[in-house]
């Protein structure tokens, strides 16, 4: 079987994995990450977002070995040193999330959303750019809630 | 007030595990020497099965063992079952056709359990099942709920001739025929309830683990009522005695109702690890969730509303075919019956009802309770009525609410139900004005100045929640009693562990249980954690579903604390040396009355534990107490959700523009976890009003809508961000004054929706999913209103 290396998390990860290998598979199975979780098997609902190379990606429709020599970034990887990132924070803050199943994907995606837009997002915009993950709990009000407050935070801090 | 107490916007003690990637669903467990089950599923939505040849398949690579029905009853494996009876107008039993977790003769819907595969890998079983040749003789089907009983239609179980399962009623037929007699005038409508997938985002899983050292067995499972699990899977399906049987369900990724039933894959799992000497996994993909977790809704309705010529009204006659799927799955039978005509009634003073409900077989996945379950079918019905009544006799839409509402409590309903407290005037008036009612009409026409048309929607919805007193659901057929149980165990060092025999799947208990406990003894929430999920620590319990958590298994705690806090002063009293009557306890603290003499809660504890300052023989050490807990009533959350609409005619499009729910649940816990779980209930009716609607094709009956491509869920953008309010009657029937919100969003908003359709549109009605071309089509052959005003 091929071997494929990559760095996760900060770590320099190797495994041998079949071809066909999915990279959500490669977390899960292969390092035990099973923050990043899969519901669909049609690239639709978002729960399995990582970032690679900085740019969310849905993690089933990504062959492992596309990731070699690639930064892998799982919901995992987002708190540094016990301090979580201000997305989680936000989450909690502005209860995000009910059964926390979607929620690694949504939080990964949503951090990329915010970093696309670092003048600010309006709710509108917030919305549209999540259309690739689906909540089946909150009703997304509160998700747009959280969001909103980490991108226009930020966006203050920086004019 | 403590500020981790009763009332207060608590932040979620469970949120760090999951915001950190540390959950535990039941496909993150593996455990050692683990395989793993691939189902193979029916292509045929009906079939006689002739033969299966297995030997291919059983030869294939990693293959451990290919397991059929004949395997089943080799086993003496009994079939699933559906826990509560009912009886049709002539007093005969319902018709339960065998329901074997893996078929044993024919197959009845397109994704029914055929055979399992279970293999060192999951592509190994896959690849295995491909090589399984079952024999099939293909019948004709029939899937439509208005059709199932056609002379054409073909017989699905031997046992239910005209694939009837009951012809129940409910109400005063005579009264209701003579009050239609004198009645000024009648509003009739014909409404479908449209089928729906639940689709909680973690499909459901399985693992089967058997220990041969002590013959016993343990499931993981994704599931509502693990102990309810347990029972069935012991006592009916005989898998193994309930004392050798544990059943854990850990984090569970969302439910709504599709995760209270025992199914056949958990069934198969947990009986084939037993066969194959090692744990057997299974994890359903999308796929097989939309064909075969139970879904819900799909009624047939003719309703008709009588009224006098002041709008009030005199009766109501409901006569509606449910559609109940293949087989009868585990609550089936109680959700068009008794969970849906005893709530036709509404928040009105309604003198004579008559329901009928027919329920039928049909070659589909088997439905049963889905979020609000047999709530959102009523409020459908009468909210539809009331709405199309009030455009009927031109009566404003509050009003002709306003003057038919219940005014006075308890008031007995004819459909059974006793409401014991509610202000539903309240909550109208509140929504009216947070919605700008007076206003409304510059809105539409500045809407129509740009092509547009706007439209608003009622809909004052009532829900029967907390089930339920176990003497009443028994009378009405149910198979088990629907109290709840509690454990509060006080450690020495003065920090309580709650066990629970209610189950959390993203409703947050983890804080509003331990709120309580915070409350009652004065401890920060830090110091608490709640234990549910596991039937070897949690006794027994019935699981959450119908928001009974709140109201029963939250009571079921308060009986214990209150067990605990009588023991604790005893103890006071001997540590203090003082009677017991001039002790009391306030702020976590227990003080002797006119001293200054003052034990902490948690010195009471170890006091308690160390057993050196009481006479043990009057009072045992420890402090560890339990309750059962049955409720007096149902309690009744009821509310106003308004829904304003712009419909843009070229497209067909429609965008929900506001958003307003006052409701009224009673004494809320914690408003922040309250607010969201009405945010998504009304997500859910809002996708059912507008989006979603599963599909089976009527000439082959294949499922149609079987992934997120197909099947339309409501993601960010198809909502606006709502407007809340609450008002706030507490429940009479249990001592929180809870009432329950999780079902209220999923109750009240189709209703609102398509009411706010068919306002913009001027038209009588119109299908869900009210989808862009349903809707376009609508508008196209409409009077359009700016002409013919």
Not at chain 1, 126 to 155: D, F, Q
Not at chain 2, 219 to 240: E, M
Request: proline share 5%; hydrophobic share 40%.
């Amino acid at each position: 079987m091929p071997k494929v290396s990559m760095t996760v998390n900060g770590k320099q990860v190797s495994g041998e994995v079949e071809g066909r290998t999915l990279l959500v598979d490669f977390l899960r199975v292969n390092l035990g990450l099973t923050g990043t979780h899969v519901g669909c098997d049609t690239s639709q609902c978002g729960a399995c977002v990582v970032h690679v190379d900085g740019k969310s990606i849905k993690s089933c429709t990504m062959l492992a070995l596309q990731c070699d020599g690639t930064e892998v970034t799982t919901i995992e990887g987002l708190a540094k040193d016990g301090v979580l990132h201000p997305m989680q924070e936000a989450f909690r803050e502005h209860h995000g999330l009910q059964c926390g199943f979607c929620t690694p994907g949504m939080i990964m995606a949503a951090i990329d959303i915010v970093n696309r837009h670092p003048n600010g997002l309006d709710e509108a915009t917030i919305r549209h750019e999540l259309e690739g993950n689906i909540c089946r709990c909150t009703g997304y009000h509160n998700i747009v809630k959280a969001i909103s407050s980490v991108a226009n935070k930020r966006a203050a801090q920086a004019a | 007030m403590n500020v981790t107490g009763i009332g207060q916007r608590v932040l979620r003690k469970e949120d760090r595990r999951f915001i950190t990637g540390k959950g535990k669903y039941t496909d993150d467990i593996n455990l050692p020497r683990q395989t793993y089950a691939y189902f193979l599923r029916s292509p045929h939505a009906h079939a006689r099965i002739r033969a299966i040849d297995k030997a291919a398949a059983e030869a294939a690579p990693g293959v451990l063992a290919v397991l059929t029905g004949a395997d089943l009853a080799e086993d003496k494996i009994g079939g699933l079952i559906c826990g509560w009876m009912i009886h049709s107008k002539d007093g005969s039993p319902m018709k339960a056709g065998p329901h074997p977790a893996l078929a044993q003769d024919k197959v009845r819907y397109v994704g029914d359990h055929v055979a399992v595969v279970i293999a060192e890998t999951l592509n190994q079983a896959k690849a295995a099942a491909e090589l399984v040749e079952v024999d099939y003789e293909a019948l004709p089907a029939v899937v439509e709920t208005a059709k199932a009983r056609s002379a054409s239609a073909p017989q699905i179980h031997d046992i239910a001739p005209d694939n009837t399962v009951f012809e129940w009623s409910l109400g005063d037929a005579q009264a209701v025929e003579q009050a239609f007699a004198r009645a000024h005038h009648v509003t009739r409508l014909d409404l479908v309830n449209n089928r729906l997938v639940p689709n909680p985002i973690e499909t459901r899983a399985a693992i089967g683990d058997y220990d041969s050292g002590s013959d016993s067995f343990t499931l993981y499972t994704t599931s509502q009522n693990p102990h309810v699990a347990r029972l069935v899977l012991s006592a009916f399906i005989g898998i193994a005695p309930e004392h050798r049987l544990r059943v854990i369900a850990p984090d569970v990724g969302g439910g709504f109702g599709s995760k209270i039933f025992i199914y056949s894959e958990e069934t198969v799992c947990v009986w084939a690890a037993k066969r194959v000497g090692r744990p057997v996994k299974w994890v359903s993909d999308r796929s097989e969730a939309f064909l075969a977790d139970a879904h819900g809704r799909d009624h047939v309705t003719h309703a008709e509303l009588a009224l006098d010529q002041n709008g009030r009204f005199l009766a109501l006659r409901v006569k509606t075919t449910a559609n109940l799927g293949a087989y009868l799955s585990t609550f089936s039978s109680c959700v068009p019956t008794y969970l849906y005509a005893t709530l036709l009634s509404g928040q009105y003073d309604l003198p004579a009802i008559y329901a009928e409900v027919d329920a039928v077989y049909t070659n589909t996945a088997p439905v049963d309770a889905y979020r609000g379950a047999g709530r959102p079918e009523a409020t459908y019905v009468i909210e539809r009525l009331v709405e199309t009544a009030a455009r009927d006799l031109n009566i404003d839409p509050a009003e002709i609410r306003r003057r038919n509402f219940i005014k006075s409590f308890p008031h007995q309903t004819p459909v059974i139900l006793t409401y014991d407290a509610g202000d539903y005037e309240a909550s109208l008036n509140r929504a009216l004005e947070l919605i700008d009612y007076r206003n409304f009409p510059q809105r539409r026409a500045m809407s129509e100045s740009r092509g547009r048309l706007r439209g608003i929607g009622f809909s004052t919805y009532i829900e029967a929640c907390g089930l339920a007193p176990s003497a009443a659901v028994g009378s009405l057929g149910a198979g088990v009693g629907l109290w709840e149980s509690a454990e509060v165990r006080v450690n020495p060092t003065g920090n309580v562990e709650v066990l629970t025999g209610s189950h959390a799947h993203g409703q947050g208990h983890e804080t509003t249980f331990a709120q309580l406990v915070s409350e009652r003894l004065g401890i920060s929430i830090d110091q608490v954690s709640i234990v549910h999920g596991d039937t070897d620590k949690v006794q027994f319990g019935m699981g959450t579903y119908g928001s009974r958590s709140g109201a029963v298994g939250m009571s079921a705690i308060a009986k214990a604390l209150d067990k605990i806090e009588a023991k604790a002063r005893k103890v006071a009293a001997h540590v203090m040396e003082a009677s017991e009557a001039d002790i009391a306890f306030e702020n976590g603290a227990f003080t002797v009355k006119g001293t200054d003499r003052k034990m902490a809660f948690g010195e009471v504890a170890l006091a308690a534990y160390v057993a050196h300052k009481f006479p043990t023989s009057e009072i045992e050490p420890g402090l560890k107490e339990s309750a059962f807990y049955d409720p007096s009533n149902f309690t009744f959350p009821a509310g106003c959700h308004i829904c304003e609409v712009e419909i843009e005619p070229a497209t067909g499009e429609t965008t929900i523009l506001n958003w307003v729910a006052v409701d009224d649940f009673g004494t809320i816990i914690n408003p922040m976890i309250v607010e969201g779980q009405v945010h998504g209930g009304i997500a859910q009716g809002v996708g059912q009003a507008l989006t979603e609607g599963c599909r089976y094709d009527a000439e082959t009956g294949q499922l149609i809508t079987g992934s997120y491509m197909d099947y339309c869920m409501p993601r960010a953008e198809d909502l606006p961000s709502f407007t809340l309010d609450y008002t706030v009657t507490p429940a009479p029937s249990n001592p929180l004054g809870v009432k329950g919100c999780g079902e209220a969003g999923a109750i009240a908003a189709p209703a609102a929706v398509i009411n706010a359709v068919t306002d913009a549109l001027g038209v009588r009605d119109i299908p869900m999913p009210a989808t862009p071309e349903v809707v376009w089509r609508a508008a196209q052959s409409r009077a359009p209103r700016l002409a013919a005003e």
